[in-house]
């Protein structure tokens, strides 16, 4: 039963267990009901602790209601992603394989330059795990995901800008993880790529 009692329901209660008593006793509104009746219409039995406490708790469950939208929103987006990925494999996309590694140097921006600060920072914090060479591409796929949603939750959530720089460093590096993986690898040095 819930702690909170309308004192509305309470009377109709106490008036249908009179009337049970009524078919026997034919007391009316006399006795245990009507001075229970006169308290509860007097207000003595309404709670103000009881009411702020329910208040504050609505409150928390419209804001827990809002955060889980929210996560909703970005897993409606990730499965979004997940469909245009699933578009792009069954259209036969294999030209990576094909690709030319890009040999040029190219000179980083200052923000480019300070978010793989980021990235690194995080991946030594990480250097006891070892690599991702060895982690399929299906796994490394989910953990992305699941730094995503992090992400979106310390943003939506309002934390600070050092947090969220973190979650985004740890999506960036899964999908670092996940093209350094996919990127054609030179044969060692002194092997003939025909074995």
């Known amino acids: 039963m819930s702690k909170y009692v309308d004192k509305h329901m309470l009377i109709d209660w106490l008036e249908e267990k009179q009337l049970e008593a009524n078919a026997e006793s034919k007391f009316g509104r006399a006795g245990a009901y009507g001075t229970v009746n006169n308290f ?45 990925r699933i578009k792009w494999l069954e259209e036969g996309s294999v030209s990576h394989q094909t690709e030319q590694p890009d040999t040029k140097h190219v000179e980083l921006r200052p923000p480019v330059r300070w978010f793989a600060e980021q990235m690194q920072k995080k991946l030594i914090q990480n250097d006891h795990k070892g690599g991702w060479s060895q ?35 740890d999506v960036a590096n899964f999908a670092m993880m996940i093209a350094d993986n996919a990127r054609p690898q030179p044969a060692p040095k002194g092997e003939d790529s025909n074995g």
């Not at 039995?45 to 469950?61: C, Y």
């Not at 419209?62 to 979004?80: G, T, Y």
């Not at 299906?138 to 050092?162: A, H, M, N, T, W």
């Open 40 to 84: 509860v219409e007097s207000g003595q039995f309404d709670a103000p602790d009881l009411l702020a406490e329910r208040d504050a708790e609505i409150q928390r469950l419209h804001a827990e209601k809002e955060d889980l939208m929210n996560v909703n929103r970005v897993r409606h987006a990730d499965i979004e992603a997940l469909q245009e």
């Open 135 to 169: 982690c399929t591409t299906d796994y490394l796929y989910r953990r992305l995901k699941e730094e995503y949603v992090e992400l979106i939750e310390s943003f939506v959530r309002g934390q600070p800008s050092e947090k969220i720089t973190k979650e985004a460093a």
